[in-house]
T-cell receptor
């Protein structure tokens, strides 16, 4: 089955700086890669996703890149704000979602 | 905006008891999932459900677990005889079609004593 590795496990950034989270996956059949943000006591909320026919996608301060050859994808958050503090999960979809272990992002004011 | 709802938000039960976790998926969605998240760990797939039957299940989803869509709107997860290690957040998700965004509910926190 699919195995998704996510790094780092924790990330502390100064407000206004960028944050980058990286994931790798194992199953070349996976073709949909969402990123979820989870705030305390809530379910995962989709923030951005990318499909395997696209190399990069951007939505305001958030961008995701995908390298299918290397089987890795990354989340980039620019101009971080305190409300970006949360746990971020990457996932790969080979019909069901296989999640990474999560990255706890803390934005210092 | 339509959303997935789950009840109860928190369930406390004694080991060996049966629990039923309830979910109301988004109305026009076709695929339904249960995931669980043990405290501090990654979200794990349990089971997927399509066209009124299980389409895939993980190793976690043993004979103690079952799912049902009893009335065309609710989607339930039953654990027949709970164990301490079943304590986790359980998330329901629904999808309009395969390989699309999975919409997650807020979760049910299950505590087995």
């Amino acid at each position: 089955g699919e195995n998704v590795e996510q790094h780092p496990s924790t990330l502390s950034v100064q407000e206004g700086d960028s944050a980058v989270i990286k994931c790798t996956y194992s199953d070349s059949a996976s073709n949909y890669f969402p990123w979820y943000k989870q705030e305390l006591g809530k379910g995962p909320q989709l923030i951005i996703d990318i499909r395997s026919n696209v190399g990069e996608k951007k939505d305001q301060r958030i961008a995701v890149t995908l390298n299918k050859t290397a089987k890795h994808f990354s989340l980039h958050i620019t101009e971080t704000q305190p409300e970006d503090s949360a746990v971020y999960f990457c996932a790969a979809n080979d019909y069901k979602l296989s999640f990474g272990a999560g990255t706890t992002v803390t934005v210092r004011a | 905006e339509p959303e997935v709802t789950q009840t109860p938000s928190h369930q406390v039960t004694q080991m060996g008891q049966e629990v039923i976790l309830r979910c109301v998926p988004i109305s026009n969605h076709l695929y339904f999932y249960w995931y669980r998240q043990i405290l501090g760990q990654k979200v794990e797939f349990l089971v997927s459900f399509y066209n009124n039957e299980i389409s895939e299940k993980s190793e976690i989803f043993d004979d103690q677990f079952s799912v049902e869509r009893p009335d065309g709107s609710n989607f339930t997860l039953k654990i027949r005889s709970t164990k301490l290690e079943d304590s986790a957040m359980y998330f329901c998700a629904s999808v309009p079609s395969s390989y699309n965004e999975q919409f997650f509910g807020p979760g049910t926190r299950l505590t087995v004593l």
